[in-house]
């Protein structure tokens, strides 16, 4: 018997303020430590821009319009509206935007193209923002106690490794704190600003556009190389969309407009000030704008803000990472989940620390923030432009908006989206080739896996014996039934599991209950209802079960058994049931499917995949293993 999808996702309950405050410590860290860097590195000598009135008063206003444009208009107006079953997120965007398309067309495979490059991206913005965030912060003691400059390299690789050494211990407990410091952050931030503001009140002609319209008129060259730099204060854009299923888009949305961009609007504002009335303050406007005695507490400050935001892309890294793996894209990984009252707080030992592993090089190679600067912006650009694609796919495919419609509202954000590319382009040889090439590999890696399973698949079937035929032969005259539950994982439900011909060939037996359990994953989120279990008696003691997942969730086969024992008359021992997996050894060969190298790189990757046992939740104790071959 087969049931209507039913799609789930947590209902919140909460009233608006805590989701408010919890959504700006975990959403908004990285877009709210921006103002440490950002219009430094707009006006950095090497761009060549007279730091006048003028000038000033042009990259301030580039500064407010990208905020309005990109973040509140294209994200928090129209892409946030574009949520799978309440969840965002470049991977759970590709899973709507092909909804509508059959999934072997040409344009379904380009969507999924995207969406996985997407993906991959965002890896090398996870490495480039915690480098970057926790070193721009810590370089305030640079200000605050100028001797402390050679210390500022080992501070900051101290602070990552203890960062990423509690990742095992889950997000939980600290998380209650990520809301009062950054909401304590942004009222700093606005307070600075704004006593700058009140001190040269010219600044706020910058509202104007003119003035950006201005600026790069006047130094065409120069503004397109600095727009690179004024796209650092958009980085984190993309996390508002991809926490939206954590926290809704509602609260998202007030905190943004309530306190996030006025904060940071006033501080970038502030910095411009201190800038008209002391331009050596260019050095680090964003330290210089607070008094002497402020210095040491507003690093002290800068940094925990820097570490929640470098928090909030681990965690970021460790969701996509488990949504990838659902999908097929990534290798089965061991997954602790650190809460139980949380599904998303989960921790991927192999993510964390292949991640700080690259960080800490990263840091050691560029060792400052302006720097790293130069590697900042690509990968968000580029997943900021795939994004931009998607929804438009959604709009037209999805929501059935007409083409009279999407096409203008496209065409102006992707004008913008390629505006900041181009720009961000023309850093690829001073650092932008980083995230490019983490995401470049990733993908590779990525597709690889992909395609190799789709193979090991298609070989399988192909060998495969059409599971009912083979029943009702085989009960016809039945091997000796032993006492006990067999559990067979299988990876179709339509076919003979290889393990159970293995153990009927060396044991020639078969157990009294004996279930053939698979495991399929949706493109939504949650699932939950009838359909998250079916169940086929096939007669004789043997059942058929496909259980049905979300890409946000982990299989776990014993809820599945609990829910087996719940629906049906069957009762489950675990130390009377045994489960038999298929260790399969995958061989490279010549045949028709991928080449050669390509082949063996698969291999390697499915012969270090996490075990079925960590992954799926089964007692290691009660698994019999038999291995068989795969020839691709």
């Known amino acids: 018997?087969?049931?209507?999808?039913?799609?789930?996702?947590?209902?919140?309950?909460?009233?608006?303020?805590?989701?408010?405050?919890?959504?700006?410590?975990?959403?908004?860290?990285?877009?709210?430590?921006?103002?440490?860097?950002?219009?430094?590195?707009?006006?950095?000598?090497?761009?060549?821009?007279?730091?006048?009135?003028?000038?000033?008063?042009?990259?301030?206003?580039?500064l407010f319009w990208a905020i309005v444009v990109v973040v509140s208009l294209k994200y928090v107006m129209f892409v946030m509206r574009a949520d799978n079953n309440g969840e965002g997120g470049v991977l759970a965007l590709m899973a709507m935007a092909i909804r509508p398309f059959d999934r072997t067309s040409t344009l379904a495979h380009v969507l999924i193209g995207l969406g996985v490059f997407g993906a991959c991206m965002f890896y090398g913005d996870a490495v480039i923002t915690p480098a970057i965030s926790v070193m721009s912060a810590v370089e305030g003691l640079e200000i605050a106690a100028p001797r402390l400059t050679p210390y500022v390299v080992p501070i900051t690789i101290v602070i990552l490794i203890c960062l990423f050494y509690i990742q095992r211990r889950g997000t939980d407990s600290v998380g209650r704190l990520f809301g009062p410091i950054m909401v304590l952050w942004f009222l700093v931030l606005a307070v600075m600003g704004a006593s700058h503001i009140v001190q040269e009140p010219r600044i706020i002609a910058a509202l104007n556009p003119y003035y950006a319209y201005e600026f790069m008129a006047m130094h065409v060259l120069q503004a397109y190389v600095v727009m690179g730099s004024v796209f650092l204060v958009l980085t984190g854009a993309e996390a508002l969309y991809a926490d939206m299923g954590h926290f809704g888009a509602k609260p998202i949305r007030w905190a943004w407009y309530g306190l996030v961009m006025p904060s940071l609007v006033l501080n970038y504002f502030g910095q411009g000030a201190l800038l008209l009335n002391n331009p050596h303050a260019i050095e680090n406007p964003f330290y210089l704008m607070a008094p002497n005695w402020a210095l040491l507490p507003l690093v002290i400050l800068a940094t925990v803000a820097t570490v929640i935001a470098s928090q909030a892309v681990i965690s970021g890294a460790f969701s996509l990472t488990a949504q990838a793996i659902q999908l097929g894209y990534v290798p089965r990984?061991?997954?602790?989940?650190?809460?139980?009252?949380?599904?998303?707080?989960?921790?991927?030992?192999?993510?964390?620390?292949?991640?700080?592993?690259?960080i800490l090089c990263v840091v050691m190679g560029f060792r400052?923030?302006?720097?790293?600067?130069?590697?900042?912006?690509?990968?968000?650009?580029?997943?900021?432009?795939?994004?931009?694609?998607?929804?438009?796919?959604?709009?037209?495919?999805?929501?059935?908006?007409?083409?009279?419609?999407?096409?203008?509202?496209?065409?102006?954000?992707?004008?913008?989206?390629?505006?900041?590319?181009?720009?961000?382009?023309?850093?690829?040889?001073?650092?932008?080739?980083?995230?490019?090439t983490i995401g470049a590999v990733l993908f590779f890696l990525l597709m690889t896996w992909s395609k190799g399973r789709h193979i090991v698949r298609d070989r399988t079937a192909a060998d495969g014996i059409p599971l009912e035929p083979f029943l009702e032969s085989l009960l016809a005259h039945p091997p000796h039934r032993v006492t006990g539950t067999a559990i067979y994982l299988t990876g179709s439900d339509t076919l003979v599991p290889v393990s159970l011909l293995h153990n009927l060939k060396?044991?020639?037996v078969l157990h009294e209950v004996t279930i053939f359990m698979n495991f399929q994953t949706l493109d939504v989120p949650y699932v939950e209802g009838p359909s998250r279990l079916e169940t086929r008696d096939l007669t004789g003691g043997v059942y058929a079960v496909k259980a049905t997942f979300g890409f946000n969730e982990t299989p776990d086969v014993q809820t599945v058994l609990r829910m087996i024992e719940d629906r049906h008359d069957i009762s489950f021992e675990l130390m009377d049931t045994s489960f038999f997996l298929a260790r399969e050894t995958v061989v490279p060969t010549k045949l028709p499917g991928m080449s050669v190298w390509r082949e063996r790189i698969f291999a390697w990757m499915h012969q270090n995949a996490a075990k079925p046992t960590d992954f799926f939740s089964i007692p290691a104790n009660r698994v019999v293993e038999l291995g068989t071959k795969i020839e691709i």
């Open 1 to 62: 018997m087969s049931h209507t999808i039913d799609v789930h996702y947590p209902v919140r309950k909460q009233a608006l303020a805590p989701l408010m405050a919890a959504a700006i410590g975990v959403v908004f860290g990285d877009i709210g430590t921006s103002p440490l860097y950002a219009l430094k590195e707009a006006f950095s000598p090497a761009h060549g821009v007279p730091l006048g009135p003028n000038s000033i008063l042009g990259v301030i206003s580039l």
């Open 333 to 358: 990984m061991k997954i602790t989940h650190t809460s139980a009252a949380a599904i998303g707080q989960i921790y991927i030992p192999v993510v964390n620390w292949m991640l700080l592993f690259i």
């Open 368 to 436: 400052s923030s302006d720097n790293l600067a130069a590697a900042y912006g690509i990968a968000v650009t580029t997943t900021m432009i795939i994004t931009t694609v998607l929804v438009a796919y959604v709009m037209s495919g999805v929501w059935k908006w007409r083409r009279a419609v999407v096409m203008p509202i496209i065409l102006a954000f992707l004008t913008v989206d390629l505006a900041f590319f181009g720009a961000n382009l023309l850093k690829v040889a001073e650092g932008g080739w980083l995230p490019l």
């Open 506 to 508: 060396h044991n020639k």
